[in-house]
């Protein structure tokens, strides 16, 4: 499985953003589906996740209400909506992928995920 992240850039505080995972070689219609960011001299951090089952998505309490995680499964590809953007969400964002499905009690650990994007900008100035 291959996931190619894109959509990231330089924007302003309070503008919006819409990443896409592009996801090829996948094999299992049961998958679970995360972003992670990582800021400058930060650990990777939790943003999003979405689970197969039933499409139940999760947020970062930091994101929640600004930020949406959805699919397309006839494109494979898997999206992160971000919006009322804030100099804290500037980080490179990853999109992850796991073909099963991740436990709730799991589904923000960044070792639930087998395969990842190669992570893209997003720079958001006050």
């Known amino acids: 499985v291959q996931l190619q992240a894109s959509g990231g850039g330089l924007v302003q505080a309070g503008d919006s953003l819409r990443l896409s995972c592009a996801a090829s070689g996948r094999t299992s219609s049961v998958y679970s589906m995360g972003w992670f960011r990582q800021a400058p001299g930060k650990e990777r951090e939790f943003v999003a996740a979405?689970?197969?089952?039933?499409?139940?998505?999760y947020y970062a309490d930091s994101v929640k209400g600004r930020f949406t995680i959805s699919r397309d499964n006839a494109k494979n590809t898997f999206y992160l909506q971000m919006n009322s953007l804030k100099p804290e969400d500037t980080a490179v964002y990853y999109c992850a992928l796991r073909e099963a499905q991740v436990i709730i009690t799991r589904i923000r650990e960044a070792s639930s995920y087998d395969y990842w994007g190669q992570g893209t900008l997003v720079t958001v100035s006050s």
């Open positions: 979405l689970r197969w089952s039933g499409g139940n998505t």
